[in-house]
């Protein structure tokens, strides 16, 4: 061996040796923080499906697709990470031997081909990759200092560090492979030809001027360079446990195996129980509680290990914070952020909460003895501890005094006054955009509403306008505050009878469907109509249904967000309880929310029922010709009203309830709706389906005022009526509250005059008249059929 080989080899192998020493370390760092974190026992049920789920979303990036060139460009960078390790190996051997190539594998033609082409691949996608970070660069976006690229407020040198670690340990892996050919041309080995180098050959030409002593000293220098640039990198993660951007590589499997549905079901829908311990808590167990116990998130070490595992997992891609209503709005809260800053502040305190009791005084003490030695000198470990003691009591949710044209400044994992400031938690719409965009399968909403709940429930410290909405829940059983007698207004004038469970008829099971009217749909003034349009359609198809009337009481569904916990718990105990002794089995909704809470949520309490949302069951009903829509715009002209609530016109754009959509899945059956309707044509808005933009009504935001940046509820009305539109069509009457709201704002600014909010049902309505008034439609009880599915 030559004396560069030797010093290369020894310098080679002791860097690898503190690289893969100190990753060793901060992996069992990590292994100890999770375990921080509360139990969690429903991570590990169905583990082949979770396998199935996990290969599936990595080998074909599901998750990822949403944006195609960055999923295609960044499956070729991770395919060549787990694929171009083999040439690590290799260069090893090169230090000590130019010639060196791997047992077995080294000359076989398939192998060097996947060399080859993952290299030339792995190259360009990461410039693909940086070319599109640079694009979307704060520096040239949208909104005070960029914040409409979703990249702001991302580590910049850490995602540049990680792309120039690619882009270089591909470039060398590159030139290798051609000084390789050029070694076999010059030494006549009979591999220097396109079987074995397809694509790298030719590089190797124009290096074959140089002597093989010349060629054999570049593979050493590059070989050791690749191995520097690949161990320097580790070293680099291991001192930075906070680096997402590189973490996520190791820890997205994880993540993904560990999601909440084993079948790779996004984690929306129901939200998780209050659990203290790992436990469920309830009216039942409260008593048994010790004193201190934390109902909710107080504290980062009260998430659940999962929690902690999520906010490590994040590769600051900001695909959430591109697509969260508030951040859109110019309100304090990114979901990017506040994942990154509960991480970094998860790490910050771990030392701290893995110490023991001398521990913690001795590296005080240490502290204390340390500001008069003015050498600096003293133990590092106790050092650390007394910089992580001060987070022991820092509020995770507080006044921050932060400036809203500088939205970063409400998140400080190290204080002082608390990590994340009160604006941001109650700025969320649990629209669930977060946890739907993120490629690694956060669970936003979920750390969201936890944190709500300790707030709620043992700060006593939420939204002032809450305390109306809380009080008019438990007394009135609504959040208008209104008389339960007052439930049955909406029916009234109806060409028939409504049937009332436990007046009319004795059980459920005497009528097809029990008709959950809701909240709204019985006290709001506009959601009536929606109400009554559903009831019209319904008996016009013969099929028979119930209501509960004052037997009804609000789901609980804004409490639940909001954070009181315990209030929902009462409301749909009692809701649970009725259903159960009238026997329930078959409901239709006309709410987004209530529809999410009966049929995800009310499993937790015992209630499970075959629940579909009203946009489902008619559009069934039109395709089995139980319904027959046949007039057109032309022939069903004006507005809707009280008395006569059908509305329709040549043109329409459909707005996606969040809780109906991005929740539950539900996107075709009321695009199939409103397409049955002769004359009628869609237009999409920009944002629909997955991507839908936020009425700005979820997560209790209905019963609060929107005082930050501007209103949510303005920027999608602006949108529907960008369409050209003359109906925006809903289907949930909390969008219908604010869209309606918005549009009126809209129409005093003289935009969109002619525009009218109506429900999917109201426009079939108007559209089956005609076939009522010139010959009746087929009114037969349809036959029990499984649920139409989204």
């Known amino acids: 061996m030559s004396p560069l080989q030797i010093v290369a080899l020894v310098v080679c192998l002791a860097v690898t040796a503190v690289a893969i020493a100190l990753l060793v370390r ?11 974190g509360q139990p969690d026992t429903t991570r590990r049920d169905n583990p082949g499906e979770r396998t199935r789920t996990l290969v599936r979303e990595f080998l074909g990036h599901t998750r990822m697709s949403r944006l195609p060139v960055v999923a295609v460009a960044h499956w070729i960078t991770m395919i060549s990470f787990g694929v171009l390790f083999f040439t690590l190996l290799n260069a090893f051997g090169q230090l000590v031997d130019p010639e060196f190539v791997l047992p077995v594998i080294g000359h076989f033609f398939l192998y060097e081909w996947v060399t080859d082409v993952f290299a030339f691949g792995g190259f360009f996608a990461i410039l693909v990759l940086m070319a599109i970070r640079q694009k979307n660069h704060p520096r040239s976006a949208a909104g005070v200092d960029g914040r409409r690229s979703r990249f702001f407020g991302s580590t910049w040198w850490q995602a540049y560090y990680v792309e120039l670690t690619i882009l270089g340990v591909t470039i060398c892996i590159g030139f290798l492979r051609a000084f390789e050919w050029t070694l076999a041309r010059l030494n006549g080995t ?18 074959t001027g140089l002597s093989v002593g010349t060629i054999e000293t570049l593979i050493v220098v590059v070989a050791a360079v690749k191995i520097l640039i690949s161990f320097a990198w580790m070293i680099t ?6 680096m997402g951007v590189a973490w996520h590589r190791f820890l997205a499997f994880f993540n993904i195996w560990f999601k909440r549905h084993a079948d790779g079901r996004t984690s929306l829908g129901e939200l998780q129980p209050l659990k203290v311990g790992g436990e469920v808590v309830d009216f039942e167990n409260i008593e048994e509680l010790d004193e201190n116990a934390a109902l909710g998130v107080g504290k980062v070490e009260d998430f659940t290990w999962k929690g902690l595992l999520d906010f490590t997992t994040c590769t600051e891609c900001g695909r959430c914070q591109s697509q969260c209503p508030a951040w859109n709005t110019d309100k304090p809260l990114s979901p990017k952020m506040l994942v990154m800053t509960l991480r970094d502040h998860a790490h910050a305190k771990a030392p701290w909460l893995l110490a023991t009791g001398e521990e913690r005084e001795a590296a005080l003490a240490g502290a204390g003895s340390a500001e008069g030695n003015p050498d600096g000198k003293g133990d590092g470990k106790g050092n650390g501890l007394a910089a992580a003691a001060p987070l022991a009591e820092l509020p995770l949710i507080g006044e921050t005094g932060y400036d809203l044209d500088h939205p970063l400044t409400a998140y400080n994992p190290h204080g002082p006054d608390a990590v994340i400031d009160q604006d941001v938690l109650w700025s969320c719409t649990t629209c669930g955009a977060c946890v739907e965009q993120c490629p690694v399968d956060i669970e936003h909403v979920d750390a969201i509403v936890d944190m709500r709940r300790y707030q709620n429930l043992i700060e006593s410290a939420f939204p002032n306008e809450l305390g109306g909405l809380f009080k008019n829940m438990e007394n009135k059983g609504n959040p208008w505050g209104m008389a339960a007698r007052a439930r049955l207004d909406w029916a009234k004038d109806l060409p028939f009878p409504v049937k009332i469970l436990g007046q009319d008829v004795e059980s459920a099971d005497d009528v097809d469907y029990l008709f959950w009217v809701g909240c709204a749909g019985a006290y709001e003034d506009r959601a009536k109509k929606t109400t009554r349009a559903v009831a019209e359609l319904l008996d016009q198809a013969g099929v028979t249904f119930a209501i509960l009337g ?14 009181n916990e315990f209030l929902f718990q009462m409301l749909a105990q009692q809701n649970v309880e009725v259903l159960n002794e009238v026997g329930a089995t078959k409901i239709v909704v006309t709410c987004a929310h209530c529809f999410n809470t009966i ?15 009203h946009t489902q069951l008619l559009n069934r009903l039109v395709r089995d010709k139980k319904l027959v829509p046949v007039a057109r715009p032309a022939e069903r002209p004006g507005m809707s009203s009280n008395k006569d609530v059908a509305s329709t016109a040549e043109t329409v754009t459909y707005h996606d309830p969040c809780y109906l959509g991005r929740h539950n899945g ?3 059956p009321p695009r199939e709706l409103i397409g049955a309707l002769p004359g009628v044509e869609i237009k999409e808005m920009e944002r629909s389906k997955e991507k839908s933009f936020c009425c700005g009504a979820g997560g209790a935001r209905m019963w609060m005022e929107e005082k930050l940046g501007t209103r949510i509820n303005m920027n999608r009305t602006e949108e529907a009526l960008a369409t050209g ?45 005609r076939g009522q008034e010139g010959g009746e439609v087929a009114a037969e009880v349809p036959e029990p059929e499984p649920a139409p599915t989204a």
């Open 190 to 207: 009979g591999y220097d030809n396109a079987l074995h180098f397809p694509l790298t050959g030719w590089i190797g030409n124009f290096f």
């Open 26 to 36: 901060t992996v069992r760092r990590f292994l100890a923080t999770f375990r921080l």
């Open 599 to 613: 049929k995800n949520e009310y499993p937790q309490l015992g209630g499970k029922y075959e629940v579909v949302h």
């Open 550 to 563: 004052d037997g009804e009481t609000c789901t609980g569904d804004s409490a639940r967000r909001a954070g």
């Open 666 to 668: 539900v996107y075709s």
């Open 725 to 769: 539109a003359e109906r925006i069509a809903i289907g949930c009457p909390f969008c219908r509250v604010m869209i309606s709201d918005g549009l009126t704002a809209k129409q005093s600014e003289g935009q969109g005059e002619e525009v009218e909010v109506v429900d999917v049902a109201q426009m079939l309505l108007a559209a089956v008249r």
């Open 237 to 242: 993660i291991a001192l930075q446990p906070t």
